[in-house]
T-cell receptor, first 109, second 113 residues
Framework: GQNIDQPTEMTATEGAIVQINCTYQTSGFNGLFWYQQHAGEAPTFLSY??LDGLEEKGRFSSFLSRSKGYSYLLLKELQMKDSASYLC??????????WGAGTKLIIKP | DVKVTQSSRYLVKRTGEKVFLECVQDMDHENMFWYRQDPGLGLRLIYF???????EKGDIPEGYSVSREKKERFSLILESASTNQTSMYLC????????????FGPGTRLTVL
């Protein structure tokens, strides 16, 4: 079956760095997305990776290893506004998105 | 900026009622999606549409139907609401490429009593 695994919850300190991991098992692979969702709001796009390696976008970076079925989202210089859920989603061979349950990130002062 | 609007943020209905959830987008996107989001579960696709009057079943279509009469509007219909359909419903749109980003509406939190 198809599956996306990510931790349920993580806690980090303001100003620090946090890495949110995601492992995926999909029928075929056409890329991996990360979305951010603040409580009570809609998910918003953060990144899309289809090739191996690290892509940096300001304080956020996303990494992909296709051979390991693994991705991570790296958040640097954490701010209180980064408290949110982070959703990992893989695009399978039929171009259907398979969503993880999300990782709730709690930032403490 | 893409704007995706949903008809209601909060909705309370009775078991057996017919429920309409409407989604409107202003970016001329071909693709539109309906998801439900429940605690501890990932987003689950109910139905999607790649064109006007075209619809495809997602992972959990049972108990739902959809309508897309105009490109900008995609409606989700609960024919006879049940308590297990209490959930957050999210509409999303995307461009013509499957790898395009999806843009989400604010969501409708539906409670069925």
């Amino acid at each position: 079956g198809q599956n996306i695994d990510q931790p349920t919850e993580m806690t980090a300190t303001e100003g620090a760095i946090v890495q949110i991991n995601c492992t995926y098992q999909t029928s075929g692979f056409n890329g991996l997305f990360w979305y951010q969702q603040h409580a009570g709001e809609a998910p918003t796009f953060l990144s899309y990776n289809v090739l191996d390696g690290l892509e940096e976008k300001g304080r956020f970076s996303s990494f992909l290893s296709r051979s390991k079925g693994y991705s991570y989202l790296l958040l640097k210089e954490l701010q209180m506004k980064d408290s949110a859920s982070y959703l990992c989603a893989g695009l399978d061979s039929n171009y259907q998105l398979i969503w993880g349950a999300g990782t709730k990130l709690i930032i403490k002062p | 900026d893409v704007k995706v609007t949903q008809s209601s943020r909060y909705l309370v209905k009775r078991t057996g009622e017919k429920v309409f959830l409407e989604c409107v987008q202003d970016m001329d996107h071909e693709n539109m999606f309906w998801y439900r989001q429940d605690p501890g579960l990932g987003l689950r696709l109910i139905y999607f549409s790649y064109d006007v009057k075209m619809k495809e079943k997602g992972d959990i279509p049972e108990g739902y139907s959809v309508s897309r009469e105009k490109k900008e509007r995609f409606s989700l219909i609960l024919e006879s609401a049940s308590t297990n359909q209490t959930s957050m419903y999210l509409c999303a749109t995307g461009g013509g490429q499957h790898t395009d980003t999806q843009y989400f509406g604010p969501g409708t939190r539906l409670t069925v009593l």
